[in-house]
């Protein structure tokens, strides 16, 4: 896995790790407003064969353990991304001072692995298409500046890689040891998105005390690409209470 380092002069840590469809590039305003923090940047690779959440997960909690002799880590998340943090806190809560997970699914969706297949070879080839790129990227609140980073993305990923990000996504559910960690997290979810996902943020904070949840009003399943400037306001807010 690419880990991208930005200010690595700086002390205190932040990792980000990206949605699906997406690549490490939409964090690009994050990189630009912590300049005061050094800014990890994960590419997720979902081409290899053992690309699981538990398996990127366990990657970077090596990632985070190396890190312990300069403190704890502050995570960021977003979509799988987001499942992928969620994980990493479940099993080493100790080596992360503040996790914000935005826009996380954990209520599995229970289709058959056959009929997600079916729904990727039926699509993959208008994913190569600029058209059908440019209404995903419109879904999923990209700003007309990333298209282009977008679409290349698009345009590199298999469907195999499509079809096991979607099946991981949909089928993932709240780690059990989550209910007994003690480290605070925020999970955010735009009022735009499904129910789902609401339901999902509503389920983490019952789960947990040290957990809490914003609903962003306007915002759809993009929050830090669609208002980033908000989203940096409210990380900064949060990572200023926090020890690393």
């Known amino acids: 896995m690419k880990i991208t380092i930005y200010h690595e002069h700086q002390e205190q840590t932040l990792l980000f790790l990206h949605g699906g469809g997406v690549g490490g590039w939409m964090w690009k305003e994050q990189i630009m407003h912590f300049k005061d923090y050094r800014c990890a940047v994960a590419e997720l690779d979902f081409e290899v064969a053992n690309a699981t959440i538990e398996h990127l997960a366990d990657q970077l909690l090596n990632l985070a353990e190396n890190n312990k002799s ?19 806190i ?11 997970l935005n826009s996380p699914l954990t209520i599995p969706v229970k289709l058959p692995r056959n009929i997600i297949q079916c729904a990727v070879s039926l699509t993959y080839p208008l994913v190569k298409k600029r058209s059908f790129a440019a209404l995903q990227a419109r879904a999923l609140s990209i700003p007309a500046e990333d298209f282009d980073a977008y679409y290349q993305y698009s345009l590199q990923i298999s469907s195999i890689a499509l079809t096991k990000m ?8 709240i780690p059990q040891d989550f209910s007994n960690i003690k480290t605070d997290v925020l999970v955010t979810v735009g009022a735009k998105e499904k129910q789902i996902m609401k339901r ?4 983490l904070t019952n789960r947990n005390s040290d957990c809490s949840s914003l609903l962003i009003a306007d915002i759809g399943h993009g929050f830090p690409v669609e208002q980033p400037q908000l989203f940096n306001l409210l990380l900064r807010q949060k990572l200023a209470t926090h020890q690393f």
């Open 90 to 100: 479940s099993m080493r809560p100790d080596l992360f001072c503040f996790t914000m």
């Open 200 to 203: 999902s943020a509503a389920e």
């Open 70 to 88: 300069n403190g704890k880590l502050a995570l960021v998340g977003f979509s799988i991304g987001a499942q992928i943090a969620l994980k990493m």
């Open 166 to 173: 979607l099946e991981e996504n949909m089928q993932f559910s």
